[in-house]
């Protein structure tokens, strides 16, 4: 029986160079392996940060809109407290129309030749405890100003001219010449008048005021009245 062998017959230093290249390449290898996973993992981290840093300005957008929206609400609550504060008084009062809007509106009927001395506004069942009353006791009964002048005219045409002013404006009403009289005003000759006539209040009324309003508002607008 014969047997086979395998020989070497390469010189041992060439064997040497064969084995030293082998291990060279498979370094080579490897390393080209370990760089291409470092650079993979560099590229992932990259995309990550790039994400994040989108994701952060999203967020900060985000949050700069909540931060508007937040004040915005803020300011709608307060409005909506002083409307609330306003209704509460509107309420409590129970006048739809501002005292001194009536009283700009009586100025603005005033003759020319014509002075008011004094003017008085009293209501009637304007407050909550008021009309929950009349509610009960007079359902007659309304809202309202019972007003009162007193002034010096230069004569008892000027008094009719402001009598009929009064009666044909509204929301006045009930306009009556109480009492008329001669008086000495500055040295001169003239008649002293007392008027009263009412506002009712449960009446849908457009109060108009025309200059005279208009024109305090002005003022007060520019610093004028204190």
Not at 175 to 185: H, K, P, Q
Request: hydrophobic share 45%.
């Amino acid at each position: 029986m014969s047997s086979l062998g395998e020989f070497n017959l390469l010189p041992p230093r060439i064997q040497a160079c064969i084995a030293s290249r082998h291990a060279t390449r498979r370094v080579v290898r490897w390393t080209l392996c370990v760089t291409i996973l470092f650079g993979a993992a560099v590229a992932f981290s990259a995309w990550r940060a790039r994400a994040s840093e989108s994701r952060l300005a999203t967020l900060r957008t985000e949050a700069a809109t909540i931060v508007v929206l937040e004040d915005r609400l803020r300011q709608l609550e307060a409005t909506m407290e002083a409307t609330n504060a306003s209704i509460a008084l509107q309420r409590n009062v129970g006048s739809p129309i501002e005292a001194s809007r009536l009283v700009h509106a009586i100025a603005e009927l005033v003759p020319e030749d014509a002075v008011l001395e004094h003017l008085s506004l009293r209501g009637e069942n304007l407050s909550g405890e008021e009309r929950a009353k009349r509610r009960r006791t007079e359902a007659g009964a309304s809202r309202g100003y019972l007003c009162e002048v007193h002034g010096v005219a230069a004569d008892d045409a000027t008094i009719a001219r402001f009598v009929d002013g009064l009666a044909g404006r509204d929301p006045f009403t009930t306009v009556n010449l109480e009492s008329s009289s001669n008086r000495a005003f500055h040295g001169v000759e003239a008649r002293e008048f007392r008027i009263t006539f009412r506002v009712d209040l449960d009446e849908r009324w457009s109060v108009h005021t025309d200059s005279v309003h208009a024109r305090m508002v002005e003022e007060v607008d520019a610093g004028g009245v204190r």
